[in-house]
């Protein structure tokens, strides 16, 4: 009697733990299903110099420079001249020179041509880098030497550009 009451106790116990497992793990399963799911970043694409994708410049950005702009410096990194713009429609056009499409990432082939300076009275309020090549036509802004935003340049940004450096070829064979 005392044996069967010992396989029974046994019995029992075994089952409670088998049940107790089986609750532990349908719980845990719906705790782990009700939890947030992590969302993968995106992977960087091969052949690119920035980790993560660069956003647009903000278009409120673009909009106080359009109002308050008063210089634009361009220092040409490789080249023997620079260029400034002073007057209200030349800088505003400069302005239109850049793309409201973003340029997510920086291929490592593109090498930027110049430095262009945004100026308001004296301070410089924005930065870029000039990426102008066959397969690279774009602006990085950058503060503290990092990339911030890229967008890409506009028809007449490329039209702007081919214009000032025939322009340069012209003054040469002078």
Request: proline share 5%.
């Amino acid at each position: 009697m005392k044996l069967k009451i010992y396989f029974t106790t046994i019995i029992i116990v075994m089952f409670l733990i088998g049940c107790n497992n089986g609750t532990d793990k349908s719980s845990t399963s719906a705790v782990a299903s009700k939890a947030p799911a992590k969302q993968a970043v995106p992977a960087k694409p091969a052949g690119v110099k920035n980790d993560i994708p660069l956003q647009s410049i903000p278009k409120a950005t673009i909009r106080g420079l359009w109002n308050t702009c008063t210089y634009i410096d361009y220092i040409f990194h490789d080249l023997p001249f620079s260029m400034s713009q002073d007057e209200t429609e030349s800088i505003q056009a400069n302005l239109n020179y850049i793309s409201g499409e973003a340029q997510a990432y920086i291929p490592n082939g593109c090498k930027a041509i110049a430095r262009q300076m945004f100026h308001v009275g004296g301070d410089i309020v924005l930065e870029a880098d000039v990426y102008l090549s066959d397969v690279c036509q774009f602006y990085v802004f950058v503060e503290n030497e990092k990339p911030v935003y890229a967008n890409k340049m506009s028809p007449s940004a490329l039209q702007f550009f081919s214009t000032m450096f025939s322009r340069v070829d012209q003054q040469k064979q002078k």
